[in-house]
């Protein structure tokens, strides 16, 4: 025959009252203790507990319990004295009329010990602390190991929602993607949430809604796929892939573009098989000029002495030099201003602000009338 032994200041078991006394309920058959009640009635366990006398209560301070519920074992030789599990009430402020902030421990004993340890609270608050007794947050989970949480759905598709206030954001878990894969990332129904990595809670890498990718940045270039801004510097890569990569694992693209504002610095060498396009100024050396090149063509006259002006578009100042040649024979042979080895291939030019004027000499150019004219001009920036 089982018997259950309740410790409280006072309870209340149908019309059964007794005060200041512990109370030993022998029940007459090996069953649990049932309370039932009809109608309107509501079965209930209820702790109350004082401060001072019971012929002279005070109020209940803070730290006080109200009332606990304990679990213990029957050991071998007798029953254990401490509680081997409880659940106890507790004051979580000085009583009044008015306040009655409480809380709620809760206790296990571990593995081969006797004294029990309290495991989880919900504070007054409704924080829930496991492994604190002073959540700060409305879960708070401190453990003495570095294993702190496990979460298994039965699921192919295992996640964690995060909302926020009421609305959904996004995801940490197994959804996208094989069955393997992790994800922590933004829903499908965000539409316009990016995902940020964040130091001191400010971004420093941001994936947007289109799967662009920036460091230092969330806007981005059209066309730009990944970005790197640090204040006035930027460095973007367009859509495309490295030419003529040798790697069976890549596939071949023709181009790939990059957008630079600032320097870019190289240690080393630039090695290339293939052409190499800048559309900017080039520098070689430090104390060199900012510089382009560009060709211009033309036809000389059909006279000898005659003046043909081609325009070089360019602001006069800025032109560095300039050199001209002549296509006397189709097979590409070409000769240069004031050539006098052989008569009548002799032609000058100047520049003005507006043109390059090639001129034919008024009599030793009779080989080179009509032909073909290429200009090359080197200006800087």
Do not use: C
Request: proline fraction near 5%; avoid cysteine; hydrophobic fraction near 35%.
């Amino acid at each position: 025959m089982k018997k259950t032994a309740i410790p409280l200041l006072i309870l209340f078991l149908t019309a059964f009252t007794a005060i200041g006394q512990s109370v030993t309920l022998t029940p007459t058959t090996d069953k649990q203790l049932t309370l039932t009640a009809a109608g309107v009635a509501v079965p209930n366990i209820t702790g109350q507990r004082s401060d001072g006398t019971s012929a002279a209560p005070t109020a209940l301070p803070n730290g006080a319990w109200m009332m606990s519920i304990y679990g213990r074992g029957y050991n071998g030789s007798g029953y254990s004295t401490n509680a081997s599990a409880a659940i106890t009430f507790g004051a979580a402020q000085d009583f009044t009329p008015t306040a009655n902030g409480s809380n709620i421990q809760f206790y296990t004993t571990p593995l081969n010990s006797i004294i029990p340890a309290e495991r989880m609270r919900i504070n007054h608050n409704g924080n829930v602390g496991i492994g604190t007794n002073s959540p700060a947050t409305t879960l708070d989970v401190n453990s003495p190991s570095n294993f702190i949480a496990k979460f298994n759905g039965a699921g192919s598709q295992t996640y964690i929602s995060l909302h926020e206030n009421g609305t959904y954001r996004g995801y940490l878990g197994s959804f996208s993607g094989a069955a393997e894969d992790v994800d922590f990332g933004t829903g499908g129904s965000n539409t316009t949430g990016k995902l940020h990595l964040t130091i001191k809670a400010i971004p420093r890498l941001t994936i947007d809604t289109t799967g662009n990718v920036g460091i230092g940045t969330g806007t981005f270039a059209t066309g730009e796929k990944f970005a790197v801004r640090n204040g006035t510097r930027q460095f973007g890569i367009m859509p495309g892939y490295l030419g003529n990569v040798p790697d069976a694992n890549w596939t071949t693209f023709n181009s790939l573009a990059l957008r630079i504002s600032g320097e870019i610095s190289v240690f080393g060498k630039i090695a290339t098989n293939n052409a190499l396009d800048v559309n900017g100024f080039s520098k070689l050396g430090n104390d060199a000029p900012a510089i382009k090149v560009k060709k211009l063509t033309g036809t000389t006259g059909a006279a000898q002495g005659d003046i043909i002006p081609i325009s070089h578009g360019l602001t006069s100042t800025k032109i560095l030099s300039i050199t001209v040649l002549v296509q006397f024979e189709t097979n590409g042979q070409y000769v240069p201003h004031s050539y006098t080895n052989t008569n009548g291939y002799q032609f000058d030019f100047f520049s003005d602000t507006t043109n390059i004027q090639v001129r034919n000499h008024p009599t030793n150019s009779g080989q080179i009338l009509s032909k073909p004219i290429k200009v090359m001009i080197t200006y800087e920036e």
